[in-house]
């Protein structure tokens, strides 16, 4: 007879599981530290709570103590109206949409192409280009600043087509296409990818171009939702560059048009309803995309 | 193997005992089966029946295909030997043993097998094959070369020159509307005898050593608890994770709003706590301001750092724990001698990636304080925006980011040593 197995239920638990909370002590632990880490979530949240409530705050209630502020509370939506009025918010969301889906359409095709090129195609020295590509994920973004926006003021390529691109979408766009980072991800997905694929594809006649947009491309669609939802994501909550190079309000993106806001000196519940308003978009996008968006931040920090 | 079997059993022999021997036995043959002999029998037999098929298409079609590369023929010829050996000399008692075992259980498998493989050559390439094939290969690096010409470009552009244009930039003087002279090492030395970078750079640090002493192992307690809860993970990590998905310009202007002295929210509650009108300068107060944006940054981070602990806490292995807790282990030396250890390479990815972000803070502290009540809040980034853009001394500023670029690089390169020491430790 074998001996007998102490029972041991698995609920997917470390260090609290079913059995332990038997013991009173660590019942106590456990519930204390629960208490703890949803006060914790509450106080986490208690910004955004505060923000609608300013944002619904008549405007007299504002620099009142909070005993007042809930005595005499009344529920007023006209902010949103004046905050939407005031600032035109449309504008700056068509414009933060354009340039974040431009620089992320942009970005994807440029390295994915390189990755593939870099991961099976092998062209010339491409160790070299590799090591020159990968070695600009050190560079942080503030310190090229300077020579970009200059080079923005400025523009020309080889001495031809001398133009001023500030305050144009071009000067938000076109540094936002180098990322190496993307080629990075792009190229440990493709090395993991079977020749048998393209081997295969090549044998049935398709020319090297048509097995990236046809076969590559599709193989590797949720890895680029993921890298499109994270760039995205970073151009369109971007605030250094577009500090930099816009300063007209056709041209401006949300988070500067935001920010705006605040240097004209509106009351606190305009601002923060113009604050709610632009967070719309976001926390949308997250609904959506929740799954992908966790994925893509797990992905990238344990990736480095 | 057998020997020992043998030796194990000696004279004693009941039936059971054998069967039982005979039993692990086999058992152990069938691992080895698995794990030695037949990785080696896969390799030539099939390279063997490789080159029969190939022959048979060759008479068949004389085309062939020019994607297969031929392996090296002196290099497949393999010896196969029985891994196992019994003693050449057996008792009789052993020989009874043996043939009762064969008979009940059939030879081992092993023991068929031919002890060579006779390994023909490959046929050669004809000459035509291999001219298409470096065609083939050159049209295929070329068409690779196409492909990363527009990345190529774009990091020349934006990337590179910019990179060495800051190098140059920083060696001369450069201001808008005069034309950069030359002016050698000069901005260094002003930078170094230039109290207020130097201060600018001890906010930066300062801010980041909050950052980490906080903001690391409260996620940690978080995550601990959000992975084992029953009910409600879903809702706590949405909670935690909400501020990091926030842009950081709302959530700037929100925490302004909520530090803001007399009338924010958090002087407001201590005022109806304690009972008197509390006005505490937040961002005002030159000694309070970093650590008011530190909050601002762990409040934004946790959530981010919570789900990176989280991720690691599933790799540890389970047993680990059930053991622990079979020997009576408390919750804290749970912690303490198993998670922890675990975790340290994941500890240490937050921590440097909160360093490298606490660093380059710049949206927040530009928009809370601008540099703060007297520029005790100025980190580098701001203090370089503003030499550059608003006091337009370019050359200097640009200094000021080549070192920037060092500090930030060799932080970088500092982690990578750490974390590639901890593999190949392992």
């Given amino acids: 007879m074998a001996k007998k197995k102490r029972n041991i239920p698995d609920d997917g638990t470390y260090i609290f599981p079913a059995y332990e909370l038997k013991d009173r002590n660590n019942m106590l632990i456990y519930r204390i530290w629960g208490a703890v ?40 939506f006209s902010h949103f109206a004046r905050a939407w009025e005031i600032t035109p918010f ?44 990968l070695s600009t994920i050190l560079i942080p973004f503030e310190t ?62 398709y020319s090297e171009i048509s097995i990236f947009f046809k076969i590559i491309i599709p193989i590797s669609r949720s890895i680029i939702t993921v890298i499109a939802i994270l760039n995205f994501v970073t151009i369109w909550n971007s605030f250094f560059w577009p500090l930099i190079v816009t300063n007209e309000p056709n041209i401006y993106t949300l988070m500067l048009g935001i920010y705006k806001i605040i240097e004209e000196g509106q009351p606190w519940n305009v601002v923060m309803a113009a604050v709610t308003i632009s967070m719309v978009p976001t926390i949308v996008g997250f609904a959506i995309f929740q799954k992908q968006v966790m994925r893509g931040i797990l992905f990238t920090t344990l990736q480095e | 193997m057998s020997d020992d079997i043998f030796g194990r059993v000696g004279n004693d022999l009941s039936e059971n005992a054998i069967k039982g021997m005979v039993d692990d036995e086999l058992k152990s043959h069938k691992k080895e089966d698995v ?8 390799l030539a037999p099939t390279v063997d029946n490789v080159v029969d098929i190939k022959k048979k298409e060759k ?44 008979r009940r259980y059939g030879r081992p498998a092993r023991q068929t097998l031919p002890s060579t493989v006779i390994v023909k050559p490959l046929p050669e390439y004809k000459k035509q094959d291999m001219m298409k094939l470096k065609g083939y290969k050159l049209k295929k690096s070329l068409l690779g070369a196409q492909m990363v010409l527009p990345a190529l470009l774009v990091f020349l552009l934006f990337s590179w020159l910019p990179i060495l244009k800051t190098f140059t930039i920083a060696f001369q003087k450069f201001e808008t509307i005069n034309k950069p002279v ?145 020997n009576g282990a408390s919750v804290w030396s749970k912690i303490k001698n198993i998670i922890v250890p675990s975790l340290i390479p994941v500890i240490m990815a937050v921590v440097f990636i909160q360093i490298i972000n606490g660093m380059q803070v710049f949206t927040e502290v530009y928009i809370m304080t601008n540099g703060g009540p007297e520029g005790s809040s100025e980190v580098i980034a701001t203090y370089m925006y503003k030499k550059a853009f608003l006091y337009m001394d370019i050359g200097y500023a640009s200094g000021v980011a080549v070192f920037f670029l060092f500090l930030l690089v060799s932080i970088t390169l500092l982690r990578m040593n750490l974390s590639g020491g901890k593999r190949s430790n392992r």
């Fill in chain 1, 37 to 76: 880490v949803f006060a914790g979530a509450f106080l986490t949240a208690l910004p955004f709570l505060w923000m609608l409530i300013t944002a619904v705050m008549p405007t007299e209630l504002i620099f009142a103590p909070i005993t007042k502020i809930a005595a005499g509370f009344k529920v007023d």
């Fill in chain 2, 35 to 42: 794990s030695l002999p037949i990785i080696k029998l896969k």
């Fill in chain 1, 144 to 205: 090229i600043a300077i020579p970009l926006y200059l080079f923005m003021r400025d523009f020309s390529i080889a001495g031809f087509f001398k133009l001023n691109l500030i305050n144009t979408y071009w000067a938000l766009i076109l540094p936002g296409l180098a990322n190496a980072f993307n080629i990075f991800i792009f190229k440990s997905f493709f090395d993991k990818l079977p020749n048998d694929f393209i081997e295969a594809a090549r044998v049935d006649g």
């Fill in chain 1, 90 to 133: 449309l504008g700056y969301f068509l414009n933060s949409i354009l340039v974040a889906g431009s620089v992320v359409a942009g970005q994807i095709l440029i390295s994915a192409m390189a990755a593939y090129s870099l991961s099976k195609l092998r062209p010339p020295m491409y160790q070299v280009i590799m090591a020159l590509l």
């Fill in chain 2, 182 to 326: 030359y002016v050698g090492l000069a901005n260094f030395t002003k930078i170094l005898y230039d109290p207020k970078f130097w201060e600018a750079c001890a906010h930066s640090g300062i801010l980041s050593a909050i950052v980490i002493a906080i903001g690391t192992w409260i996620p940690l307690f978080l995550a601990l608890y959000v992975y084992e809860v029953r009910r409600g993970s879903s809702l706590l990590k949405i909670l935690y994770f909400i501020p990091f998905l926030t842009p950081a310009v709302p959530a700037a202007i929100l925490w302004k709003w909520i530090y803001s002295q007399g009338f924010g929210l958090i002087n407001g509650c201590l005022s109806f706590i304690l009972g008197h009108p509390v006005a505490i300068g937040w961002l005002t107060d030159s000694k309070l301001v970093l650590l008011s944006i530190a909050i601002v940054f762990i409040w934004k981070n946790t959530g981010w750092a919570m789900l990176i602990y989280m991720a690691g806490l599933q790799n540890i292995p389970k047993n680990l724990f059930e053991d622990a807790s079979l």
């Fill in chain 2, 59 to 102: 008479k068949e079609k004389p085309k062939e295909s020019v994607f297969q590369v031929p392996g090296a023929p002196g290099l497949i010829s393999v010896k196969m030997e029985s891994t196992v050996r019994l003693p050449d000399t057996l008792t009789p008692s052993q020989k009874l043993k043996k043939a009762f075992r064969y």
